[in-house]
């Protein structure tokens, strides 16, 4: 699940995208069973299917590791470790998932948004809002109280 790590832009990346290097290392590993890429048009489908039985290589590494670095600021890996840090217990990764459905791969501002509402109003980004400082830290340094107050607007 996940696979492809937030949809994000990949313009001058190469011929094989990040996405298509993910679905490759996802079908050689051998502790994968099966791999579901959600495909929303023909054109992810054949994106998807053009890498199908094709090797891992190290350029594929190399390019995932590239997208890694780009997408290092923006993407929560929703680990919940931040979330020890918020006093208020709002549930940080839930807020980021949904914030990755508005703006990630999804563009699917209704499932960010159904996303979001599912949260009781103690747990949403709303609550941030009474907060001297935010104490909440991210492992991977995302800044939480930026991505605390884009939520608000761009999914509340």
């Known amino acids: 699940m996940k ?6 832009d990949v313009t001058g990346m190469g011929r094989i995208t990040p996405y298509q290097a993910a679905l490759k290392w996802v079908l050689q590993n051998p502790k994968v069973t099966a791999a579901i890429p959600g495909m929303k048009d023909m054109a992810q489908l054949k994106e998807d299917i053009t890498v199908m039985g094709m090797p891992f290589t190290y350029s594929d590494l190399r390019r995932l590791d590239h997208y890694d670095q780009a ?13 020890v840090g918020c006093p208020h217990g709002v549930e940080i990764s839930t807020v980021n998932r949904a914030l990755m459905y508005a703006e990630g791969g999804y563009r ?21 809002l009474d907060c001297e400082g935010c104490r909440a830290r991210c492992v ?15 999914i509340s």
């Open 3 to 8: 696979a492809m790590v937030g949809g994000y």
């Open 71 to 83: 997408i290092a600021g923006f993407y929560c890996t929703f680990c919940g470790t931040c979330e």
């Open 108 to 128: 699917n501002i209704k499932l960010a948004r159904d996303t979001y509402a599912e949260l009781p109003l103690q747990a949403s980004a709303a609550t941030c």
């Open 140 to 154: 991977n340094g995302l800044d939480i109280a930026s991505k605390m107050n884009h939520a608000r607007t761009v």
